[in-house]
């Protein structure tokens, strides 16, 4: 049997080009047990020689290989399955392997069409008006006049969108629930009721169905009437499982289950109001939920929204720790983060287009019509920040539609291809960090040894919400760390923090500190490429599942929209003398982070800092960290709001008590000043609980 494979690499060019620098990995297919992998990386003529070993039990019958063919950073680009040959060399010959597959940042979804022969993949769009909505004071206030402005229809997809337990015609007589805007001051610690002027998003569809706008929501739901056999079978084993596994059980319980029945609770309370609301429910899996958020409104507007409808996301840039407009917000991780993304333009029309692959299949008697591409917009409306290029990704759970059976995998495809070009910079920002495709990326692009001025920027929480996700967390970071070598020094990790005044009155006689809760769905490579939307690091949002992947019996997924930006790469126009939008969004970002005005020098493309963005948050969290150490009730804005997870072994860092003490902070700030959870506020009564 074979002992060697040999081939080459060529693209679909006319004529045919070699292919360097892609790895070839042969692997024993037939084998019962985990079998060998073996590969070897095409030269500069594309050829490549995987030397393997010879089949160790030819007497029962040819083994069954798999050729594989991959990026430098773990993206598959091709797989054949071949059987052995009794020659000592398998020949494969002039394997072809699309350019537009092997390069570029544009998600191609490995080439794969439609029936009707257009690619599965999203195209990529220019001339889209976009709004860079950083936190839920500016997200939600720009929702509340996106949907007042309704002329003819607004269609919402969300995961949670909490309304009082019931519908009053008078709105005092209400126990409110969500307020997009607050449309007087609100006093930061004494609060108020809620009142008339203030802007509530279930009374704001409920006015608009009034005045004739067609208004639809649709929100995920678990339909225990259509389970079948083999499902129940499923569902009955993870019951017990989570019984059995009190973190998981009690979580699953608390959040993802009333989840599940929350569009119900939304249908019965507008339609007591007795208006026409359109609400319906998208059936899920137990191991999978329709996780994308957005607003559209009248074919035109659209807006990405990062958080669910629940009033503890309500966030202001200075994420104070006591809020009192994040209203009922007890026992949740608070301050949040969070970034939105308005967009007016042709790439509207791909958002719609998911929006109307949902709904259809829920109530195909009352289905959407497609949507023609609009024009590239002309003059920016006011509050616009720029005009940008936008891709469309998905993740999509296979089964979910008959027309994408497969699913898709666009967000990781997205990711990926970002980390492999990337040359000076990779900033992730995000609610969860545990996924092993991206960690197997970011160390092998720290590897590459033809990018040595790389730097990467990771800005995660100190406590996922999530039962095993903190360890999950802790070990992937660990991982990257000990993969990367030598080059670990090129990557960090950092959590964001309150640092805020005493408030005697609820009873915080001390300067407080508590970890912000990143909700943020964001990245950024080199000021040419960023990515927004609903997916998070972590399997259920790119490729399977992690929790009990056993009970699965397949590679389950939440569904996510993310999109992604565009400048001067992949023969699309770079922003030249007008706004680069994905420059504007990392200044924003870090300029919060850091406690810079975004529009300091020290944060601008071509400044001091620009040569090793890295160092600049590093030297930012030591500065904050030495004055925590020296002199914790001075409270200097100045200093930003990071801190650099710890070097050496991180197990263990499951709060914020306990990062702190890794990072040698004294007793008084780790057990005086340290807030983990704060009070709700009640709208209806204007008070504190």
């Not at 050729?67 to 398998?90: G, I, M, N």
């Not at 994408?404 to 040359?423: F, M, P, S, V």
Request: aromatic share 8%; proline share 7%; charged share 20%.
């Amino acid at each position: 049997m074979s002992t060697t494979a040999s081939g080459r690499l060529l693209d679909d060019q006319s004529p045919p080009q070699p292919v360097p620098g892609l790895v070839v990995g042969i692997r024993d297919e037939s084998a019962i047990f985990a079998s060998e992998f073996w590969n070897a990386t095409s030269g500069a003529d594309g050829r490549f020689v995987v030397t393997m070993d010879a089949d160790a039990t030819p007497e029962f019958g040819t083994r069954r290989l798999g050729v594989y063919v991959y990026t430098p950073c773990h993206r598959q680009l091709l797989f054949v399955p071949k059987d052995d040959e009794p020659a000592p060399d398998l020949a494969l010959g002039d394997v072809t392997i699309p350019r537009a597959e092997s390069t570029g940042f544009t998600v191609t979804l490995g080439g794969e069409k439609n029936p009707d022969g257009s690619p599965k993949a999203r195209p990529v769009r220019e001339g889209n008006a976009v709004r860079l909505l950083i936190d839920n004071e500016s997200a939600w206030g720009h929702l509340k006049d996106v949907m007042e402005g309704a002329a003819s229809e607004i269609n919402v997809m969300q995961l949670e969108f909490d309304v009082p337990p019931e519908f009053h015609v008078a709105e005092s007589a209400e126990q409110p629930e969500i307020v997009f805007s607050f449309g007087s001051p609100v006093d930061p610690v004494a609060g108020r009721k809620v009142d008339t002027l203030d802007y509530r998003p279930e009374r704001i569809l409920l006015d608009k169905a009034s005045q004739g706008r067609k208004v639809r929501v649709i929100m995920p739901h678990q339909d225990l009437t259509n389970v079948t056999a083999g499902t129940a079978v499923i569902e009955i084993l993870l019951a017990l499982i989570l019984l059995a596994i009190a973190p998981l059980g009690a979580y699953a319980i608390s959040k993802y289950w009333p989840l599940l029945r929350g569009w119900k609770h939304l249908q019965d309370y507008l339609a007591a109001a007795g208006r026409t609301v359109d609400v319906q429910g998208f059936r899920v899996t137990p191991f999978n939920v329709v996780h994308a958020k957005s607003v559209l409104v009248d074919d035109t507007r659209a807006v990405v929204i990062g958080s669910p409808f629940n009033q503890s996301y309500w966030d202001a840039s200075t994420h104070r720790v006591f809020d009192p407009r994040r209203g009922s917000a007890t026992g949740e991780p608070v301050p949040v983060h969070d970034v939105s993304l308005g967009v007016r333009g042709p790439a509207f029309k791909d958002l719609h287009d998911a929006f109307r692959l949902h709904w259809n299949t829920s109530d195909p008697g009352a289905s959407v019509a497609p949507i023609p591409v609009a024009s590239p917009v002309g003059a920016l409306e006011a509050g616009e920040d720029g005009v940008a290029t936008l891709q469309l990704v998905r993740t999509l759970n296979a089964g979910a539609f008959p027309a994408i059976d497969k699913g898709e995998r666009g967000i990781l495809e997205a990711y990926l291809r970002a980390i492999e070009q990337a040359k000076k910079y990779i900033y992730l920002e995000n609610q969860y960090f545990t996924n092993d495709a991206i960690g197997t990326a970011l160390a092998a692009a720290l590897n590459d040894t033809s990018r040595p001025a790389l730097r990467i920027i990771v800005l995660i929480n100190v406590t996922p919400d999530i039962p095993f996700y903190p360890s999950w967390q802790t070990n992937l970071i660990q991982r990257i760390r000990k993969e990367a070598g030598t080059n670990a020094s090129r990557i960090e990790f950092f959590s964001a923090w309150s640092h805020d005044p005493p408030i005697p009155s609820l009873g915080h006689n001390f300067p407080m500190i508590m970890a912000n809760y990143l909700h943020t769905k964001a990245a950024i490579v080199d000021d040419v490429w960023a990515t927004l939307g609903s997916a998070n690091l972590d399997g259920a949002s790119l490729d399977a599942c992690e929790l009990i992947h056993a009970l699965q019996f397949t590679d389950n997924v939440n569904h996510e929209l993310n999109y992604v930006f565009f400048d001067g790469i992949d023969g699309h126009p770079a922003a030249g003398a007008n706004p680069n939008v994905i420059d504007l969004l990392r200044r924003r970002l870090w300029g919060e982070h850091l406690g810079i005005d975004p529009g300091d020098a020290g944060l601008q493309a071509s400044g001091s800092n620009s040569a090793d963005w890295l160092q600049l948050w590093k030297t930012t969290a030591n500065n904050k960290l030495e004055s925590l150490r020296a002199n914790p009730h001075t409270i200097n804005p100045d200093l930003g709001r990071v801190l650099m997870y710890p070097q050496g072994p991180i197990g263990g860092l499951t709060d914020a008590r306990s990062f702190l003490n890794s990072l040698f902070v004294g007793p008084e700030v780790v057990f005086d000043m340290v807030v983990e959870r704060v009070r709700s506020f009640h709208f209806d009564q204007g008070s504190w609980a």
